[in-house]
């Protein structure tokens, strides 16, 4: 299962990069069509005029094919036919924002169930059997707004994959014995997670960002709560949210859309809806904003530093327009030749920074994060915050690399559908916290955001806001540099 590495945040990916490769330039790729805020190389930009990237005239829209079954389940089909594979994935909104710390790391805990006996196949040694008999794999994730379960085979064996997943989602047994294994596997997890020094960092800008829910932007889960979790609850939170009217049924590959719309209403058309809306009966909590910017020091056994600055950022369907201007920003502030790298990375302050936002409904988080060497801890802390001073300055970025960061963001979604199966994950994400109609109109959106807009996103969200500011960095290195609280905050 994927849920321990698919991190909630940003933050952890970052790091893992810029420890992974300290020589090469690290760029978080705020891409949308990533499904996450991924970290990629652009080591090939370099040097280059960012005005060599222009935007196509035409715009690469992914050619989706979508309807709503009467019990309220989307199909969403996306077709390629150049080899004969497809993926079959279920998504639900479902994840860590539906869970309070008494049901925290439920859905996490029922990823690793879906796979296991159900009512068409009760001995899960003929499931994994049958299933790899036919060359068929499998996986699934939870994150903070969304749970996605998948298959990806060949073309023929499109009907049966079609029932697994149908009795996968309708019919589990949630087998005591099962039940008990998959719980000690992510207890497991969690310990994994917490033997890993840059958990504590991820945890503290979690718990100080989201501070009177943190657990709404926790996907792991909590130990308490998993340990002492029973078949029962898992049955709770099937009743709540694994139903027609909140989840999606995804395809992509080598299929045809009509097909699968009616091979969607055999297996899935009798699926009983759920009367009333679970976000109506169980509403979404309101992440309060920050009341004052916070500085705190970690120490834990690292070799460098880790410098992480985190703001409340905008929220899908109360400010649509900032998000596109996010995008369009950090990508442009991640390219090597931009002056936020030059003045950070260029100059020897940092060995890597990073900056991103990450699509969320329910309050997304903007996130800077810097490795530097203890040595450089306190200079690198003020040059980062006297760029973000000039981050709506006139000059801080071209029109050419406004515009290249756009034709960047667009071919980038290109190349994310050179693997469908991958792609359909992208889908099942926007589907779960935008709605297909943001994903639709993204594009055309993000070719439209001007200098006014990433002004507007910079000062409503960045610049004199409330922040979380940390540290990470061993004993020994902090009682040589003493970095203070204040300091982390700009003061």
Do not use: C
Request: charged share 25%.
């Amino acid at each position: 299962m994927e849920s321990s590495v698919k991190r909630s945040f940003l933050l952890l990916l970052v790091i893992w990069s810029l420890l992974a490769t300290p020589a090469v330039n690290t760029a978080v790729n705020t891409a949308a069509f990533a499904g996450e805020r991924r970290i990629v190389q652009q080591p090939r930009t370099r040097g280059a005029k960012q005005g060599a990237a222009t935007a196509p005239a035409r715009l690469p829209q992914a050619q989706l094919a979508n309807r709503i079954l009467a019990n309220g389940l989307e199909i969403i089909v996306l077709e390629d036919h150049s080899i004969p594979l497809v993926t079959i994935e279920m998504a639900a909104k479902n994840g860590s924002y539906t869970e309070p710390p008494e049901l925290n790391g439920l859905s996490h805990l029922y990823e690793h169930m879906f796979f296991k006996t159900n009512r068409a196949i009760a001995n899960q040694e003929d499931y994994v059997r049958t299933i790899g008999q036919l060359g068929i794999a499998y996986n699934a994730s939870t994150r903070e707004e969304v749970v996605n379960y998948f298959f990806t085979t060949t073309s023929q064996n499109l009907n049966t994959a079609m029932k697994f997943m149908r009795d996968s989602i309708r019919y589990p047994l949630f087998d005591e014995r099962e039940f008990e294994r998959e719980r000690e596997v992510v207890i497991g997890e969690i310990d994994r997670n917490e033997s890993n020094p840059f958990y504590y960092l991820n945890k503290e800008m979690n718990d100080r960002l989201f501070y009177k829910y943190p657990s709404r932007k926790e996907p792991l889960g909590n130990r308490q709560t998993v340990s002492t979790a029973t078949p029962a609850m898992m049955r709770l939170i099937q009743s709540r949210y694994y139903v027609p009217n909140n989840s999606a049924l995804v395809v992509t590959g080598d299929v045809n859309a009509e097909d699968i719309f009616k091979m969607a209403q055999e297996f899935y058309g009798d699926w009983p809806r759920r009367e009333k809306d679970p976000f109506v009966e169980f509403p979404l909590v309101e992440h309060p904003p920050l009341p004052k910017s916070e500085g705190v020091v970690i120490t834990q056994p690292v070799q460098n530093v880790i410098i992480n600055i985190g703001w409340h950022g905008p929220s899908i369907g109360k400010d649509d327009a900032s998000t596109y201007a996010a995008d369009v920003f950090s990508f442009i502030l991640s390219q090597p030749n931009s002056r936020f790298q030059r003045a950070l990375v260029d100059s020897g302050l940092t060995t890597g920074v990073g900056i991103g936002y990450y699509t969320q409904r329910n309050v997304g988080p903007i996130s800077i994060i810097a490795q530097t060497t203890p040595d450089k801890a306190h200079a690198a802390i003020k040059a980062i915050y006297n760029e973000v001073a000039h981050f709506n300055d006139k000059d801080y970025f071209t029109d050419e690399q406004l515009e290249s960061a756009k034709a960047l963001l667009e071919a980038d979604d290109l190349y994310s559908r050179e693997k469908l199966s991958e792609y359909a994950h992208t889908l099942s994400f926007w589907w779960a916290s935008t709605g297909l109609e943001y994903f639709r109109g993204y594009l055309g959106r993000l070719r439209a955001t001007s200098r006014q807009d990433i002004s507007r996103y910079v000062t409503t969200y960045i610049q004199g806001k409330p922040h979380v500011a940390l540290a990470l960095l061993s004993a020994e290195a902090q009682e040589k540099v003493k970095l203070q609280a204040e300091e982390l905050t700009g003061k």
